[in-house]
């Protein structure tokens, strides 16, 4: 299945005298001056959300569950024929880096990862073409024989296939884990009082 990668805008720190800081900034807009400023695949020791949370090098992100239809097929040999069954495969994730999957294609990342945590071992700045005047941010994670690159971080978060330890609670978030300890409540599951405790934390982060 063929997909057409994209990459999230992103800006960096930069000082007066035009030297990079070790932070890659993924809220910021694109600025194109800033673009041409920065070599390509230039990496990072530190990586910061739009929410304000910080990851680093070394550091784990958690892999979640594949967000769509993507599909592939694989075949099992046995004794006598062969089965075949249907693999879902992440959307966002490939297996191996981006140079050698030019040559041999795109490895999609299969269902069987989900749930496992992986370490940071790059944060890329990667532009979308050598005039161009935007860029993206890509991650890749230690992995035993091959490691794992992102494809499209902004997707990845926001369907759920990448998972930031790390980040800020949303307000629709805060709301589902209050109605959740409501029924708690009504179970007798907590009590009365760990449920004020509960509401006072997540009322600050309901709009």
């Known amino acids: 299945m063929k997909k057409i990668i994209h990459f999230v ?4 720190s930069i000082s007066t005298s035009a030297q990079l800081v070790d932070t890659l900034f993924v809220s910021k807009l694109n600025d194109a001056e800033w673009v041409k ?13 739009a929410d304000g949370s910080t990851l680093q090098l070394g550091e784990k992100m958690l892999l979640g569950k594949p967000s769509g239809t993507n599909t592939s097929n694989q075949q099992t040999p046995g004794v006598f024929s062969s089965t075949h069954q249907t693999i879902n495969n992440f959307t966002y994730l490939m297996l191996g880096r981006i140079g050698s999957a030019i040559l041999s294609g795109i490895t ?3 269902e069987t ?15 979308n073409g050598k005039k161009s005047t935007s860029a993206g941010v890509m991650i ?19 369907y759920g ?4 330890p790390k980040a800020s609670m949303s307000s629709d978030q805060a709301l589902a884990e209050l109605q959740k300890a409501k029924t708690k409540l009504d179970l007798g599951v907590i009590t009365q009082e760990e449920y004020e405790n509960i509401k ?6 309901i709009k």
């Open 108 to 110: 999609y990342l299969p």
């Open 9 to 12: 805008l992103l800006g960096f």
């Open 161 to 164: 296939e990448l998972i930031n």
């Open 200 to 205: 006072k934390k997540l009322i600050k982060v």
């Open 113 to 127: 990862f989900k749930g496992r945590e992986v370490e940071i071992e790059d944060i890329k700045f990667a532009k």
């Open 140 to 158: 890749i994670f230690k992995n035993p024989g091959m490691d794992i690159t992102v494809l499209n971080l902004d997707f990845a978060l926001q």
């Open 37 to 49: 400023l920065i070599p390509n695949s230039t990496k990072f020791k530190y990586l910061k959300f």
